[in-house]
């Protein structure tokens, strides 16, 4: 397993810009590592994945305001939100999976989460 820790939330006027860290621990070059949210209510939507060789891809959700991307010599991967709306209100979670997948079944290993809040 690899152990994830997401930080960086916090509240954040709309139209604003937010990063988020997830720290792994573990072969985290193994695995791919991916960003998903979850609102009140709501189920666990995926946002975007990317390779240890820095291959990405995102969900349609994410309509271009948000950027994976990961530092191997920090082992360490990063959410970039951008153009902030209240909608994207959420607790925000990492995770790690030996296998390509959008569902959230799939990932074997998880952070605790960070709260973002978008203000309007």
């Known amino acids: 397993q690899v152990q994830l820790v997401e930080s960086g939330g916090g509240l954040v006027q709309a139209g604003g810009s937010l990063r988020l860290s997830c720290a792994a621990s573990?072969?985290?070059?193994?695995?791919?590592m991916a960003w998903f949210r979850q609102a009140p209510g709501k189920e666990r939507e995926f946002l975007a994945t990317?390779?240890?060789?820095?291959?990405?891809r995102y969900a349609d959700s994410m309509e271009g305001r948000f950027a994976i991307s990961r530092d191997n010599a920090k082992n360490t991967v990063y959410l970039h939100l951008n153009s902030l709306k209240p909608e994207d209100t959420a607790v925000y979670y990492c995770?790690?999976?030996?296998?390509?997948?959008?569902?959230?079944?799939?990932?074997?290993?998880w952070g605790q989460g960070t709260q973002v809040t978008v203000s309007s």
């Open positions: 995770a790690a999976s030996l296998l390509m997948t959008t569902s959230d079944r799939q990932y074997s290993s």
């Open positions: 573990g072969r985290a070059n193994e695995y791919f």
């Open positions: 990317i390779a240890w060789s820095g291959g990405t």
